[in-house]
């Protein structure tokens, strides 16, 4: 049989578009009509999805500072913006608990960055979440990781509102064991953060009990300067409540720091340190123990002092020790501190012509033999600029000065 012969083209044109027609003509209205409702339903409310892709796409370009000539990808990000900031922090976070070293490092360096120049986030950072990651980094083996989480936790104390959140999240144990073994950057970051948590009166007794009095002790002999300064005003401010006076003291304290004396790099910041423990009475006993009135009295006298507030400070350690003590007048008039006494008064600072005018009082009541008068130390102490817990001595206005250093 004969295969049959195909139409030609113009013939199967003129069936197909008869038919076309005439499906046209009963199926058009309800086809137009589904697709303008879909179209209009589309204009009206759109899909959830494309929200959440330009949502993704925005934020994505935006982090990763992407620049697009696509129109659409514009009208995009406009359209749908995004809190930076919360996304920024959960990726912190992330990467603070990530298993992965060089993560870690990247999380420590950017909460390190952020932390000192933004100080509106550094309230905002210091959740119990992040705290609790980034306290296993601070004694990390990683240097890197480890000098970075001590400067970042330093940055975030300098918040008065967190000081007392750092303490509670138990970093004192953690930063005790940087001081003890850290590399040397990482030991000064640990005793910058003690520092700056000191200076919160609700942190000084749990920083003493958690047991930082003696690392820090150690630290006043590290090979580091920044070390060795932020340890003594450490120091300082925990030693202004009396339980941490009476820990020092009995931890052995006194003789080191009055060798430390010897030092000219260290003697005003040691200086500090003994004004508070002469206030109680184990401390006023150790330094008279140690020598202490025959050393001030010779540091004095020898014009070894390189600064009118270090030998205010003299005068000021001095003066608590006078307070109540006759031991004290025996052991002065020994070392002829009366001459010394009299040139302070004629030639030192305000605040220290006071104090040795009341020392050369009580002293000369005994020398030229009249009956010894009752003093009213207390009075004596307030008229002094002086209380039993607090001295206003020469380097007080300094005291706080590392809470306003970021690292």
């Given at each position: 049989?004969?295969?049959?012969?195909?139409?030609d083209?113009?013939?199967?044109?003129?069936?197909?578009?008869?038919?076309?027609?005439?499906?046209?003509?009963?199926?058009?209205?309800?086809?137009?009509?589904?697709?303008?409702?879909?179209?209009?339903?589309?204009a009206?409310?759109?899909?959830?999805?494309?929200?959440?892709?330009?949502?993704?796409?925005?934020?994505?370009?935006?982090?990763?500072?992407?620049?697009?000539?696509?129109?659409?990808?514009?009208?995009?990000?406009?359209?749908?913006?995004?809190?930076?900031?919360?996304?920024?922090?959960?990726?912190?976070?992330?990467?603070?608990?990530?298993?992965?070293?060089?993560?870690?490092?990247?999380?420590?360096?950017?909460?390190?960055?952020?932390?000192?120049?933004?100080?509106?986030?550094?309230?905002?950072?210091?959740t119990?979440?992040?705290?609790?990651?980034?306290?296993?980094?601070?004694?990390?083996?990683?240097?890197?990781?480890?000098t970075?989480?001590?400067?970042?936790?330093?940055?975030?104390?300098?918040?008065?509102?967190?000081?007392?959140?750092?303490?509670?999240?138990?970093?004192?144990?953690?930063?005790?064991?940087?001081?003890?073994?850290?590399?040397?950057?990482?030991?000064?970051?640990?005793?910058?953060a003690?520092?700056?948590?000191?200076?919160?009166?609700?942190?000084?007794?749990?920083?003493?009990?958690?047991?930082?009095?003696?690392?820090?002790?150690?630290?006043?002999?590290?090979?580091?300067?920044?070390?060795?300064?932020?340890?003594?005003?450490?120091?300082y401010?925990?030693?202004l409540?009396?339980?941490?006076?009476?820990?020092?003291?009995?931890?052995?304290?006194?003789?080191?720091?009055?060798?430390?004396?010897?030092?000219?790099?260290?003697?005003?910041?040691?200086?500090?340190?003994?004004?508070?423990?002469?206030?109680?009475?184990?401390?006023?006993?150790?330094?008279?123990?140690?020598?202490?009135?025959?050393?001030?009295?010779?540091?004095?006298?020898?014009?070894?002092?390189?600064?009118?507030?270090?030998?205010?400070?003299?005068?000021?350690?001095?003066?608590?020790?006078?307070?109540?003590?006759?031991?004290?007048?025996?052991?002065?008039?020994?070392?002829?501190?009366?001459?010394?006494?009299?040139?302070?008064?004629?030639?030192?600072?305000?605040?220290?012509?006071?104090?040795?005018?009341?020392?050369?009082?009580?002293?000369r009541?005994?020398?030229?033999?009249?009956?010894?008068?009752?003093?009213?130390?207390d009075?004596?102490?307030?008229?002094?600029?002086?209380?039993?817990?607090?001295?206003?001595?020469?380097?007080?206005?300094?005291?706080?000065?590392?809470?306003?250093?970021?690292?």
């Open positions: 049989m004969e295969h049959p012969r195909p139409p083209y113009s013939s199967v044109e003129r069936i197909v578009r008869a038919e076309m027609a005439s499906r046209d003509k009963n199926r058009e209205p309800h086809l137009r009509v589904s697709e303008k409702e879909l179209l209009k339903g589309v009206d409310n759109p899909p959830v999805i494309f929200s959440h892709a330009a949502t993704e796409l925005g934020h994505r370009l935006n982090h990763f500072n992407f620049n697009s000539s696509s129109s659409e990808e514009s009208v995009i990000i406009t359209a749908s913006p995004m809190p930076q900031f919360p996304k920024r922090k959960s990726n912190l976070v992330a990467k603070l608990k990530s298993p992965e070293v060089f993560e870690q490092e990247e999380a420590v360096i950017s909460l390190r960055s952020i932390t000192r120049t933004r100080e509106e986030t550094r309230a905002s950072l210091c119990p979440r992040l705290l609790s990651f980034l306290r296993s980094l601070i004694v990390s083996r990683y240097a890197v990781v480890q970075n989480a001590g400067a970042s936790l330093v940055n975030l104390s300098l918040e008065k509102s967190n000081k007392v959140k750092i303490v509670r999240s138990g970093f004192v144990p953690c930063l005790i064991d940087v001081l003890k073994g850290g590399c040397t950057e990482s030991q000064e970051h640990a005793a910058g003690l520092f700056s948590l000191a200076l919160d009166d609700d942190n000084k007794m749990a920083i003493g009990v958690l047991g930082a009095l003696q690392p820090l002790m150690y630290a006043l002999r590290s090979e580091s300067e920044r070390t060795r300064h932020d340890s003594s005003l450490a120091l401010h925990l030693t409540i009396e339980s941490n006076r009476v820990k020092l003291v009995k931890l052995g304290a006194v003789p080191t720091l009055m060798t430390m004396m010897n030092s000219r790099s260290s003697a005003n910041r040691v200086l500090l340190i003994l004004c508070n423990l002469a206030v109680c009475p184990e401390g006023q006993t150790a330094m008279l123990d140690a020598n202490a009135v025959e050393t001030l009295l010779g540091m004095l006298r020898g014009n070894e002092l390189d600064s009118e507030s270090t030998r205010e400070n003299c005068i000021a350690a001095l003066y608590a020790l006078s307070h109540g003590s006759w031991r004290f007048k025996g052991l002065a008039m020994e070392a002829n501190a009366i001459e010394v006494l009299k040139e302070v008064e004629e030639k030192g600072s305000r605040r220290a012509k006071e104090k040795a005018k009341r020392m050369l009082q009580m002293m009541a005994g020398v030229d033999g009249e009956e010894d008068e009752e003093v009213d130390w009075r004596g102490l307030e008229s002094g600029g002086l209380s039993r817990t607090r001295y206003r001595v020469g380097g007080g206005r300094n005291m706080n000065a590392a809470n306003s250093t970021t690292f």
